[in-house]
């Protein structure tokens, strides 16, 4: 009853669009109360294909405006409040960013107070708030078992948007035709969305096949290479600029220069033989630069984007220490262009809407995921553990790459599988802090870790120790320098 007449009731007084949205918030809520782990896997393995299953119908109710994909980061945003104020677990314990990254999402909210239009810094809030409550919840209940269950759900998530993608590239479609390129969007609303979920799945998959201790390295393979075509059929440059960085990167970190000098080979060849659209999409960037050219161009997407930029870098200054308020950006876009726009830059999207306080705060976010990054694997640089580090290195560097050109920032159907690896990431760091091999911080003086867990991570650190390089011994256990204790908030 407490269900369907609800349901009932929406479906008369407000059609299928309301009955459906109030379906995804109960069945949603319902499964995350009788399972959180259960409902978290799902969540993961379903947000790729938001877009997908909602179809983009829209909702209207009073000032709201949102699609039935809309409801999933509002769901995991209210869940997020569930989970720690209603059940009380401690976002702090264990976790490197709650710290920056709550006061960064803080800063954001409380600037909805003097934003100049509620609805999109409602929305934006939201959108940052979404990745981050998943990562917290996903860290609370993580154990070796649920590292395993997380990246299967990851993998399987991208089903879907894989097949349905070179179903979109083989007949030619497309979420829009820009500038003579029908850019393939799969279930993602833009290619730009697609293009950085391709870019994470490249970083994952890459490094688990460089990993010796992976099997099925053939079906490894081809799944590379399916995600690299798609890829490329996004036509989004600065994600195939972030995949090359992750290729590289990997390739070099696992002594596989082999592995540089083929891809570079098969590289050229294919751009002499088939990559004339490839040229084309990369020189059309040029062009805004030519002597002749008009710097503003609107019509091109370098000439728009600088005119944007130059206008965030010019009113930053009206208020320069706490911005204009979440959401403003795009309302300048308004002004600009007579239609709502995000800047395409994170950086300055963030000191235009919180200003100087919002950059610092970001920057510290940042260092902190780096930071995380790096505390395990600048001791090794092989073994299970560290090639979900290195994972997370590349999304990482590829976060702050897609930020400088891209709204990355509030794709987070996109930015919710980075957070996911964090997760793990962290799950390593504290056992292998734990085992005595990296120096433990502060906020994870409480963690729980199953000794048994403990002893098999020392165990797995120890066979693949690197020696020192002046005397040829093992670096002794606890030895690694850096930052000390409470260092990551």
């Given at each position: 009853m407490l269900i369907t007449v609800p349901m009932a009731l929406a479906l008369a007084f407000g059609g299928p669009q309301h009955m459906a949205a109030l379906a995804i918030v109960v069945v949603g809520g319902g499964l995350f109360l009788a399972n959180p782990r259960a409902f978290i896997l799902a969540f993961l393995a379903l947000i790729a294909m938001r877009n997908f299953i909602a179809g983009g119908d829209r909702i209207a109710i009073g000032g709201f405006d949102f699609d039935l994909g809309g409801l999933v980061n509002v769901l995991a945003t209210g869940i997020g409040f569930v989970y720690f104020l209603v059940l009380w677990k401690n976002p702090f314990r264990g976790r490197s960013l709650t710290m920056p990254y709550g006061a960064f999402l803080a800063l954001f909210a409380i600037s909805i107070a003097w934003a100049t239009e509620d609805r999109w810094s409602t929305r934006f809030v939201t959108r940052l708030a979404a990745p981050f409550f998943t990562y917290l919840i996903i860290s609370d209940m993580l154990d070796r078992r649920m590292v395993k269950q997380v990246i299967t759900a990851i993998y399987a998530s991208s089903a879907v948007p894989i097949v349905y993608g070179f179903y979109q590239w083989a007949t030619g479609q497309g979420n829009e035709v820009t500038e003579g390129y029908v850019r393939v969007n799969s279930s993602f609303f833009h290619p730009a969305h697609f293009s950085m979920y391709l870019t994470f799945l490249f970083c994952l998959a890459y490094a688990e096949f460089l990993d010796e201790a992976k099997s099925n390295r053939g079906l490894r393979l081809l799944y590379i290479g399916a995600v690299v075509a798609l890829e490329i059929s996004t036509y989004t440059r600065i994600s195939?600029?972030?995949?090359?960085?992750?290729?590289?990167?990997?390739?070099?970190?696992?002594?596989?220069?082999?592995?540089?000098?083929?891809?570079?080979?098969?590289?050229?060849?294919?751009?002499?033989?088939?990559?004339?659209?490839?040229?084309?999409?990369?020189?059309?960037?040029?062009?805004?630069?030519?002597?002749?050219?008009?710097?503003?161009?609107?019509?091109?997407?370098?000439?728009?984007?600088?005119?944007?930029w130059d206008e965030l870098t010019r009113r930053f200054w009206e208020t320069p220490w706490l911005g204009h308020g979440a959401g403003s950006s795009v309302m300048l876009g308004v002004e600009l262009f007579g239609q709502e726009a995000a800047p395409h830059n994170g950086y300055l999207r963030v000191a235009y809407e919180t200003g100087a306080a919002g950059v610092v705060l970001f920057a510290w976010v940042l260092g902190t995921m780096m930071w995380q990054g790096f505390r395990l694997i600048r001791r090794q640089r092989a073994g299970a553990l560290t090639v979900v580090s290195h994972v997370y290195v590349t999304m990482t560097l590829t976060y702050v790459l897609l930020n400088a050109t891209d709204n990355i920032l509030e794709y987070y159907e996109v930015a919710i599988y980075q957070w996911a690896i964090l997760s793990l990431v962290e799950f390593n760091n504290v056992r292998a802090a734990r085992a005595g091999f990296i120096e433990q911080s502060r906020f994870e003086e409480g963690v729980e870790v199953d000794e048994a867990e403990v002893a098999e991570v020392a165990a797995e650190l120890q066979s693949s120790e690197p020696e020192d390089e002046d005397e040829g011994k093992p670096v002794p256990r606890g030895a690694a320098g850096g930052r000390r204790a409470g260092s990551g908030g």
């Amino acid at each position: 009853m407490l269900i369907t007449v609800p349901m009932a009731l929406a479906l008369a007084f407000g059609g299928p669009q309301h009955m459906a949205a109030l379906a995804i918030v109960v069945v949603g809520g319902g499964l995350f109360l009788a399972n959180p782990r259960a409902f978290i896997l799902a969540f993961l393995a379903l947000i790729a294909m938001r877009n997908f299953i909602a179809g983009g119908d829209r909702i209207a109710i009073g000032g709201f405006d949102f699609d039935l994909g809309g409801l999933v980061n509002v769901l995991a945003t209210g869940i997020g409040f569930v989970y720690f104020l209603v059940l009380w677990k401690n976002p702090f314990r264990g976790r490197s960013l709650t710290m920056p990254y709550g006061a960064f999402l803080a800063l954001f909210a409380i600037s909805i107070a003097w934003a100049t239009e509620d609805r999109w810094s409602t929305r934006f809030v939201t959108r940052l708030a979404a990745p981050f409550f998943t990562y917290l919840i996903i860290s609370d209940m993580l154990d070796r078992r649920m590292v395993k269950q997380v990246i299967t759900a990851i993998y399987a998530s991208s089903a879907v948007p894989i097949v349905y993608g070179f179903y979109q590239w083989a007949t030619g479609q497309g979420n829009e035709v820009t500038e003579g390129y029908v850019r393939v969007n799969s279930s993602f609303f833009h290619p730009a969305h697609f293009s950085m979920y391709l870019t994470f799945l490249f970083c994952l998959a890459y490094a688990e096949f460089l990993d010796e201790a992976k099997s099925n390295r053939g079906l490894r393979l081809l799944y590379i290479g399916a995600v690299v075509a798609l890829e490329i059929s996004t036509y989004t440059r600065i994600s195939w600029a972030a995949m090359f960085l992750c290729w590289v990167y990997l390739s070099w970190i696992y002594k596989k220069r082999n592995y540089l000098l083929a891809g570079f080979a098969i590289g050229a060849f294919g751009l002499v033989a088939f990559g004339s659209g490839i040229l084309a999409r990369l020189t059309d960037a040029t062009a805004v630069f030519e002597a002749n050219a008009e710097l503003y161009d609107l019509n091109t997407s370098v000439g728009w984007r600088l005119y944007f930029w130059d206008e965030l870098t010019r009113r930053f200054w009206e208020t320069p220490w706490l911005g204009h308020g979440a959401g403003s950006s795009v309302m300048l876009g308004v002004e600009l262009f007579g239609q709502e726009a995000a800047p395409h830059n994170g950086y300055l999207r963030v000191a235009y809407e919180t200003g100087a306080a919002g950059v610092v705060l970001f920057a510290w976010v940042l260092g902190t995921m780096m930071w995380q990054g790096f505390r395990l694997i600048r001791r090794q640089r092989a073994g299970a553990l560290t090639v979900v580090s290195h994972v997370y290195v590349t999304m990482t560097l590829t976060y702050v790459l897609l930020n400088a050109t891209d709204n990355i920032l509030e794709y987070y159907e996109v930015a919710i599988y980075q957070w996911a690896i964090l997760s793990l990431v962290e799950f390593n760091n504290v056992r292998a802090a734990r085992a005595g091999f990296i120096e433990q911080s502060r906020f994870e003086e409480g963690v729980e870790v199953d000794e048994a867990e403990v002893a098999e991570v020392a165990a797995e650190l120890q066979s693949s120790e690197p020696e020192d390089e002046d005397e040829g011994k093992p670096v002794p256990r606890g030895a690694a320098g850096g930052r000390r204790a409470g260092s990551g908030g």
